[in-house]
């Protein structure tokens, strides 16, 4: 089990725009996903939380997301498509600032295209709360941030004030 240190909100690898994955990475693919695994599974016995994970996100260059919400999943080289007109707020949470949330919008609906472990090309149709999983992944694909997303200056909350955020009846 090798679980890898997540680069944190400020570190500047962070802000960098990953480069593609060839045929010639697959040969290293194994142990790149084994760490997204390990690391994603460590980071959600610490915090509850945890369904995807980006490379970017452990100083692995390459475009590369890890998914596993009911079964693993591995997205090489995705590209956003078909993105909805119809977007949906959320306060969003990532595990380069694990105790803060932002408020984002997202595309309610969109396609991911993309190659599997084995170099096969592959496309999902997503919506919800998965549309909006991928697209936050995605953007650290391309060195972006939730933080960079957040409607304005009042958009952020710490996890413990959470319900702060909840409608007040």
């Not at 599974?41 to 890890?66: L, T």
């Not at 380069?96 to 496309?123: A, G």
């Not at 709360?129 to 941030?145: M, P």
């Amino acid at each position: 089990m090798t679980v890898r240190e997540i680069l944190q909100l400020g570190n500047p690898q962070l802000y960098k725009t990953s480069g593609v994955v060839t045929a010639s990475d697959l040969d290293n693919m194994p142990q790149i996903v084994q760490d997204l695994h390990d690391t994603m599974m460590d980071f959600r016995r610490k915090y509850r939380a945890g369904r995807a994970i980006a490379a970017p996100q452990i100083g692995v260059m390459k475009r590369i997301i890890y998914m596993n919400v009911d079964t693993p999943l591995v997205f090489l080289n995705p590209t956003l498509k078909n993105l909805s007109d119809e977007m949906i707020e959320i306060w969003d949470d990532c595990m380069c600032f694990p105790d803060l949330l932002v408020r984002v919008k997202r595309h309610k609906q969109c396609t991911i295209e993309f190659r599997d472990e084995m170099w096969n090309v592959k496309s999902m149709d997503l919506e919800d709360d998965l549309s909006e999983l991928l697209q936050h992944e995605y953007d650290h694909l391309d060195g972006i941030l939730a933080v960079m997303r957040a409607f304005d200056g009042k958009s952020f909350a710490y996890k413990e004030q959470k319900h702060f955020l909840e409608p007040q009846t």
